[in-house]
């Protein structure tokens, strides 16, 4: 019998079923139906998100990067809800079918340990019946917030928090991305290392965020801003950190806010496109979440969390600015070069506007090149050089220590160096360090 052709069994009457009997087989066959056409199973309820896996993005689609905080201040017995609170972005970006990436940072390098990348969304191209296009496009905003929740429970390898370098590995996946680029950042925004270091900050004053932003946007290879130009960010649960960690007032959280959206300008982003989601954030206990739903990205929940240094929000008693030389000086000069005195300027109205000011140290240190008695004598002048420009701008003479300290003794200690070349060690060791002492 050739491929296609059917046989006809013979024709027999056979007994005409009760109504209840046809009733129920309607019924199921209806129930089949309903399934195929939702694609997703009731008892597997990521069935219906399979289909990302493999689905190949438009050809303008867009990109979100979703980085999650997995530092040891957002954790505890109740814990800000990411998943829920991320939940209208969702929404909004898979409607315009993008691409998306999760993973979860810590650490001073801001490694990221990615969930997954460039999965995409592309609902429309996702089946031909609109029923299931419909179906697939809400499966994945509920996938997506599940994935963000099971991130949460990823445990960094290191301890402290690098906001900026993780947003600095985040980009690196918008290469050859068409459509709009968008980073969600889920954090309390607690940077404990960089630039950002918010250990000692006071979480009050503009002038204090205009300090931050100027050391951070120190030109040369000592620069820690990433370059966020076309790039929308958005901050999500700044201030909000996890059950038996210091907390935020409204106020702070309102400084947060502004202080990483000066960053993101800072580094390039467009003012309308650096935002701090003002959404309430609620909290959840550890154990509900853990109830993802099955199938979500695995965790390493069971590993033991490093331990983090302690954001004290305004109670820490002296605050560290690091700038490196080659943005202040020529080289072997001790002449401050005129495109340095902007972010001295806003470290001078920092110190001159904190409150119980004790007094200003400037450390000055060289890379170990140059002769004993010139290492000495030129990093004492570069101290000096920079304090006068302090005093300049209005810090009282009497506060401000100026002292050479000759070769560097290394890196500040909340710096990753094991990837740094030789070279940039040598910028490293090359430095002034700024500190504001309050009484």
């Keep these: 019998m050739s491929a296609g052709q059917q046989t006809r069994a013979p024709h027999r009457r056979t007994p005409r079923a009760p109504a209840t009997v046809r009733a129920v087989g309607v019924l199921a066959a209806v129930s089949t139906l309903?399934?195929?056409?939702?694609?997703?199973?009731?008892?597997?309820?990521?069935?219906?998100?399979?289909?990302?896996?493999?689905?190949?993005?438009?050809?303008?689609?867009?990109?979100?990067?979703?980085?999650?905080?997995?530092?040891?201040?957002?954790?505890?017995?109740?814990?800000?809800?990411?998943?829920?609170a991320v939940k209208a972005v969702l929404q909004e970006r898979v409607e315009a079918g993008d691409t998306f990436s999760l993973g979860t940072f810590g650490g001073a390098s801001g490694d990221i340990n990615w969930a997954y990348r460039k999965r995409s969304a592309n609902w429309k191209a996702s089946a031909k019946n609109p029923a299931n296009q419909g179906g697939h496009r809400d499966a994945a905003v509920g996938c997506l917030a599940d994935?963000?929740?099971?991130?949460q429970r990823a445990v960094p390898a290191d301890g402290g928090t690098d906001i900026l370098a993780a947003l600095a590995a985040g980009i690196g996946l918008f290469d050859k991305v068409k459509g709009p680029r968008r980073?969600?950042?889920l954090s309390d925004g607690l940077s404990t290392t960089g630039c950002a270091d918010l250990r000692a900050a006071q979480f009050g004053s503009e002038?204090?965020?205009?300090?931050?932003?100027?050391?951070?946007?120190?030109?040369?290879?000592y620069s820690e801003l990433p370059d966020l130009h076309g790039i929308g960010v958005t901050f999500v649960a700044l201030g909000h950190s996890a059950g038996g960690q210091p907390s935020a007032n409204r106020a702070q959280r309102t400084w947060l806010g502004r202080l990483w959206t000066t960053l993101c300008v800072r580094g390039g982003g467009a003012a309308a496109s650096c935002t701090s989601s003002d959404t309430p954030v609620d909290t959840a206990s550890s154990a509900t979440l853990g109830q993802t739903r099955a199938g979500a990205p695995p965790s390493a929940s069971t590993a033991s969390v490093p331990a983090d240094p302690l954001v004290s929000y305004g109670n820490g008693h002296s605050r560290t600015y690091p700038l490196p030389g080659a943005a202040l000086f020529d080289t072997l000069s001790a002449r401050v070069r005129p495109s340095a005195v902007p972010a001295l300027t806003?470290?001078?109205?920092?110190?001159?506007?904190?409150?119980?000011?004790?007094?200003?140290?400037?450390?000055?240190?060289?890379?170990?090149?140059?002769?004993?008695?010139?290492?000495?004598?030129?990093s004492q002048s570069r101290a000096d050089a920079v304090g006068e420009v302090l005093v300049e701008h209005g810090v009282p003479q009497s506060r401000v220590k100026a002292y050479g300290r000759g070769v560097s003794p290394g890196c500040p200690q909340d710096v990753a160096t094991?990837?740094?070349?030789?070279?940039?060690?040598?910028?490293c060791d090359r430095r002034v360090d700024i500190r504001i002492i309050r009484k």
């Design 418 to 427: 094991d990837s740094m070349s030789r070279g940039q060690r040598l910028q």
């Design 34 to 84: 309903v399934g195929l056409l939702t694609g997703c199973e009731a008892d597997e309820p990521r069935a219906g998100c399979a289909w990302m896996e493999t689905q190949a993005p438009a050809v303008e689609a867009g990109s979100t990067v979703i980085l999650v905080d997995g530092s040891a201040s957002v954790r505890g017995t109740k814990r800000p809800d990411y998943g829920q």
């Design 346 to 378: 806003d470290i001078a109205d920092r110190a001159r506007t904190t409150p119980g000011l004790d007094r200003v140290e400037v450390e000055g240190y060289v890379d170990p090149r140059g002769g004993s008695d010139n290492n000495q004598s030129l």
């Design 147 to 151: 994935d963000v929740t099971a991130a």
């Design 183 to 185: 980073l969600l950042v």
């Design 207 to 221: 002038q204090e965020i205009k300090a931050i932003a100027s050391v951070c946007a120190a030109k040369g290879a």
